[in-house]
């Protein structure tokens, strides 16, 4: 019995998301890592300032791991380490922490994939929201960073189309987003007909797949 017990407690340990801290800067990731133990849904894992150490740490965890990465580790850039992560561990989830003058990383993150990004400034109150969905397996972009992507590229969304775009990429049903907005189903429906529109696409997953890749 008592194995049995002990079986069922560390398989329940296992379906706790451990969250691996990496920047090339120690002090960088001890400051976050502060902020991930204070989130009751997830654990926190080791650090790593280089790649080697996110490989070691990364392949020591059979369970579900979510990575807070920050653009540059000792020896590679933000580019070089989430290929890594594509090829090796793709089932690993990815939230990038950018400062605003590194901007242009989020957009490197977003379009290689990355499952949600943070900017250093905001951390505080974005990242325990953005590892809360990333817990429950939901890619979310936060509205203010996909308002300031969509305006980069010449963006010609209402205010109201952003907050639903950002609903809509939060992974929202449209009863979700109505119920949040208070607004009916079918105002919503008839927001998401001019948002596919503006985008040119016809369904959900087109919008948020145009938006990702940057080619609307």
């Known amino acids: 019995m008592r194995d049995m017990i002990d ?24 400051g976050l890592g502060s902020l991930v133990a204070q989130i009751a849904e997830v654990r926190l894992g080791p650090f790593a300032t280089d790649l080697a150490s996110l490989r070691k740490a990364l392949g020591e965890r059979p369970g579900r791991v979510i990575l807070v990465l920050g653009v540059r580790l000792a020896d590679a850039d933000l580019g070089r380490v989430l290929e890594m992560l594509r090829r090796d561990h793709p089932r690993v989830m990815v939230v990038v922490v950018a400062e605003e003058a590194e901007f242009a990383f989020i957009r490197t993150a977003v379009k290689a994939g990355a499952h949600s990004v943070c900017m250093m400034g905001q951390v ?49 049903t449209n009863f979700q987003i109505s119920a949040r907005l208070g607004l009916s189903e079918n105002t919503v429906k008839y927001y998401l007909k001019a948002i596919y529109q503006k985008l040119d696409v016809n369904s959900r997953g087109g919008a948020i797949a145009k938006y990702v890749a940057g080619t609307y």
């Open 7 to 30: 079986a069922t407690v560390e398989d329940a340990g296992l379906d706790v998301p451990e969250v691996i801290v990496a920047d090339r800067q120690a002090i960088v990731c001890q």
């Open 124 to 172: 505080l109150s974005s990242l325990p929201r953005v590892l809360g969905h990333l817990v429950e397996g939901h890619s979310i972009l936060p509205v203010e960073i996909l308002k300031r992507l969509m305006g980069e590229q010449g963006d010609s969304l209402t205010r109201r189309e952003h907050e639903i775009l950002g609903l809509l990429v939060d992974g929202l």
